[in-house]
């Protein structure tokens, strides 16, 4: 689970950023990203390799549900939230 550790560790990185967006991130992980495969431990890619998979990923999500169940905003979401998991000791 997020804690307000991760928030701590990453806010030089994402100014302003809150553990209710972190949770907001992990909701929309769950919701989206297991429907064709189980979820990808987020510590599994780096930063720069979820950079690259988001938004392709994010494409088939859409793709899949016939309309922007992930619009831009919330990629940036999705994409905050894998990043900062994957470096998180609290990540299971
Ligand atoms: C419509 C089906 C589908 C959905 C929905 C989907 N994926 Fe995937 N994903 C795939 C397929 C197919 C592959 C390639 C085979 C594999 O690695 O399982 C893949 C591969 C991956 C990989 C491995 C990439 C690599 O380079 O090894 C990751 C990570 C991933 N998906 C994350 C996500 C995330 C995050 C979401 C939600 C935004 C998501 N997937 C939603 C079909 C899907």
């Known amino acids: 689970m997020p804690t307000n550790n991760d928030v701590e560790r990453v806010k030089d990185k994402y100014p302003g950023y809150t553990l209710q967006e972190l ?3 992990e909701i929309l992980y769950r919701q989206n990203c ?7 431990h ?3 890619f780096t930063e720069s390799q979820w950079e690259k998979i988001v ?3 994010v494409i088939k999500v859409n ?11 919330y990629q940036r979401v999705l994409l905050r939230y894998l990043v900062t998991m994957a470096t998180s000791p609290s990540a299971k």
């Open 23 to 25: 949770n907001e991130g």
């Open 34 to 40: 297991a429907t064709c495969h189980s979820l990808k």
């Open 42 to 44: 987020p510590a599994l």
């Open 55 to 57: 938004p392709a990923e």
């Open 63 to 73: 793709k899949q549900n016939g309309n922007t169940i992930i619009d831009k905003d």
